[in-house]
C-alpha cells in the first residue's frame, strides 16, 4: 500500500453521509445543509442535539414517550445495513426525526442483528438492551433547508429551516458501529 505525503488529505466521509447516498440513489439533490456552531443552536435544538450521548434517550425525554421507527428506504449487503427512517412517537405517530444510518451488523450480537433487520425499534433502543458499550462522537452540527423529501417524511409543508447533526457511535475497540444523520422535526 502505498504511503500518503504530508500534503495528501485522507477523505473522510461528508457531513450528509449516509443521507447522501440515498439521494444519489434517487436521483436527487441535497437540500441545502449548512455546518453550524452547535454552541450557536437555537433551544431545545441544542439540549437535543449538542451532546455526546445518544438522540433515542434525549427524544424519549423530551416527549415523554417511547419511540418506533417507520423505515422509508433500506439496503442489506453483507455487513453493512443502510435506512432511511422517521422516528415516531408511540401513540400519536408524531414524526420527530429525518434520517439515514448505515449500521455495521457484523459488530453486534445475533439477536441485535435480527432487531436492527426488523427495524420497528430504533438504534439506540437496541443498543440499550443489548448493553452494546459505544460512544457517540457528533462530528458536524447541521443547519437544514427542507425540501420535498423531508417535508413529506415529517409532515412539513413549505420551506423550513430545521437542525440536526452528522454522528458516530464507536465501540471500545473504536470501531464505527454505525454513521448517522439525524434531523429533528420543529420541536414544541
Known amino acids: ?6 500534503s495528501a488529505k485522507v477523505k473522510t466521509a461528508s457531513a450528509a453521509y449516509p443521507l447522501d447516498v440515498f439521494y444519489a440513489a434517487a436521483g436527487l439533490k441535497l437540500p441545502r445543509i449548512t455546518e453550524i ?9 441544542r439540549t437535543l442535539l449538542v451532546h455526546k450521548g445518544d438522540m433515542t434517550p434525549a427524544l424519549e425525554n ?5 419511540i418506533h421507527i417507520q423505515i422509508l428506504q433500506m439496503h442489506n449487503k453483507r455487513d453493512s445495513y443502510t435506512r432511511e427512517v422517521v422516528l415516531r412517537l408511540d401513540g400519536s405517530e408524531r414524526p420527530i426525526e429525518f434520517g439515514a444510518i448505515e449500521i455495521k451488523l ?5 439477536k441485535a442483528r435480527e432487531e436492527i433487520i426488523e427495524g420497528v425499534r430504533p ?3 437496541i443498543m440499550r438492551e443489548y448493553s ?7 462530528s ?6 427542507s425540501d420535498g423529501v423531508i417535508n413529506e417524511a415529517l409532515e412539513l409543508s413549505g420551506n423550513m429551516t430545521l437542525f440536526g447533526r452528522r454522528n458516530t457511535l464507536i465501540n471500545p ?16
Request: charged share 20%; net charge negative.
Open 37 to 45: 456552531d452547535g454552541a450557536t443552536m437555537l433551544e431545545p435544538y
Open 173 to 188: 475497540e473504536g470501531q464505527p458501529l454505525a454513521e448517522i444523520v439525524e434531523i429533528l422535526a420543529p420541536a414544541l
Open 62 to 66: 423530551h416527549y415523554g414517550s417511547s
Open 123 to 125: 438504534l439506540g433502543a
Open 106 to 110: 457484523d459488530l453486534f450480537v445475533k
Open 140 to 145: 458536524a452540527f447541521l443547519q437544514i433547508q
Open 132 to 138: 452494546v458499550v459505544h460512544t457517540s462522537r457528533p
Open 1 to 6: 500500500m502505498p504511503k500518503l505525503s504530508k
